[in-house]
């Protein structure tokens, strides 16, 4: 029962702050360029802005499609919930639980705003069918790292007038570090399979070497 308060706690602290902060942005800062800080110089400020669908402001091209985007935000949150729930039973590396308990978190807290900022904040866009499930995600951490013309040499960009800078929030920061741990260290939170694939591999050899 401890290590279950543990790692859910970690899920429930991501949230707390997520939504905190999310809370002081609404409530404090003037929204777009106008109520922007800068932090350090130019290039990372906090810009009160939103998102209104999935990565980089993409849509469901439907009435209702951010309605089914969120529905199933809410069923992979169970089924992250449920995982979580598994590992710790199962006494996963603790590193690896904590990742999860993070990308948990991060999941939940973008889908509070989904779910409730709609009505708690009457920020869903003003065709939305409802404003349920219809919320916009607020972010504000705003890396300014370069924007300008791409020389035409370059693929797919090349030619055009680019600007990389990424905004994000506390709940995308979690998801972000935890997927990032554990595709740096994944050998050392499955060392079982990476035994198993050198096995295979010093089989494979022999067979060859006989052969």
């Known amino acids: 029962m401890k290590n ?7 899920t429930l602290l991501v949230i707390a702050i997520d ?3 999310k809370m002081l942005v609404h409530f404090q ?6 109520g922007q800080i800068p932090v350090f110089g130019d290039w990372f400020k906090l810009h009160y802005t939103t998102n209104p669908g999935m990565a980089f402001g993409m849509e469901l091209g439907t009435e209702y499609g951010k309605m089914l985007l969120t529905s199933f935000r809410l ?3 169970f089924g992250i919930g449920y995982y979580l729930y598994y590992i710790i039973e199962k006494k996963n590396h603790p590193i690896y639980i904590i990742c999860i308990a993070m990308i948990l978190g991060g999941a939940i807290g ?3 705003d989904s779910v409730f900022y709609g009505v708690w904040l009457n920020n869903a866009p003003y065709n939305a069918p409802t404003p349920w499930f219809h919320g916009q995600v607020v972010d504000m951490f705003y890396f300014d790292i370069w924007e300008g013309y791409v020389p035409s040499w370059i693929p797919l960009w090349g030619g055009s007038y680019t600007a990389l800078w990424p905004i994000f929030n506390v709940a995308d920061a979690a998801i972000f570090v935890g ?3 554990i595709l740096i260290f994944q050998s050392r939170f499955f060392p079982e399979k990476s035994v198993d694939e050198n ?3 010093k089989d494979n050899s022999t067979l060859l070497s006989e052969e």
């Open 4 to 10: 279950y308060i543990k790692y859910f706690g970690i």
């Open 19 to 21: 939504q905190a902060v």
């Open 29 to 34: 800062m003037d929204f777009g360029t106008p």
């Open 75 to 77: 069923v992979a949150m």
């Open 110 to 112: 973008n889908l509070i």
């Open 179 to 181: 997927v990032a741990i």
């Open 199 to 201: 096995q295979e591999a």
